[in-house]
């Protein structure tokens, strides 16, 4: 069992008081913490607002880690890039990567060499992680699942490509149409050309 969780909620500003938080579920025999490190603004702040907002309190999951070396404690929120992921690790035992993948989806191909160490990796372009989700979508459209379900996905695929926001724009605007079809995805394709 896991919990994931926050350093606190409101104003509340001391170590300890999180410490003893964590302290309870590890007694009770939580398999891993996985802390989101910021605390959550109950009043004033929407969902949305309370990722951002609240400051991000790293130090204190580094902390919490020394505080309870045999328990495993992941860190949350923020982490843009495996460069980052990389540095956390030296103080923690993971890291929990949260928007940044669905917006950037691509960031999880080097996750096995550059985190896991693997040497073997055949690298893996973006056009062939779409070409070979295609089979999924199609099986799905002909279950009746509507294209904006699958593509919302791999809407970010080719983030920072040269005439990426074309092809994002082309499937946005084009797979709510009905009835939208893999022909909007070849069509897209065109803009990657
Ligand atoms: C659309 C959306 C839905 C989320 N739903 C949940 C949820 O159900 N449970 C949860 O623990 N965290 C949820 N989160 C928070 C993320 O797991 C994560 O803690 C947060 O986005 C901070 O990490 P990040 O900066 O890497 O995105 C959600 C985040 C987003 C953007």
Redesign the pocket.
């Known amino acids: 069992m896991t919990v994931?969780h926050r350093t606190g909620i409101d104003q509340q500003d001391e170590y300890d008081v999180f410490r003893e938080f964590a302290r309870i579920q590890i007694e009770a025999g939580v398999d891993a913490l996985i802390v989101?490190a910021r605390n959550a603004w109950l009043q004033g702040l929407s969902p949305k607002q309370n990722?951002d907002v609240p400051p991000l309190r790293y130090q204190w999951v580094y902390r919490l880690k020394q505080d309870f070396p045999d328990t495993e404690i992941i860190i949350?929120?923020?982490?843009k890039d495996l460069d980052a992921a990389h540095q956390h690790l030296e103080l923690v035992d993971g890291v929990?990567?949260?928007?940044?993948p669905y917006q950037n989806p691509y960031l999880l191909h080097q996750v096995d060499a550059q985190i896991f160490g693997a040497t073997n990796q055949r690298f893996i372009s973006r056009f062939e992680v779409l070409q070979s989700y295609y089979p999924y979508i199609e099986a799905q459209l002909e279950n009746g699942q509507p294209l904006t379900r699958m593509v919302r996905h791999i809407i970010g695929l080719f983030h920072g490509e040269p005439n990426s926001k074309q092809w994002r724009r082309f499937i946005s605007e084009n797979a709510c149409k009905k009835p939208a079809g893999m022909d909007v995805l070849y069509q897209a394709e065109q803009f990657l050309n």
């Open positions: 994931k989101h990722r949350n929120g923020g982490i929990m990567l949260g928007r940044e």
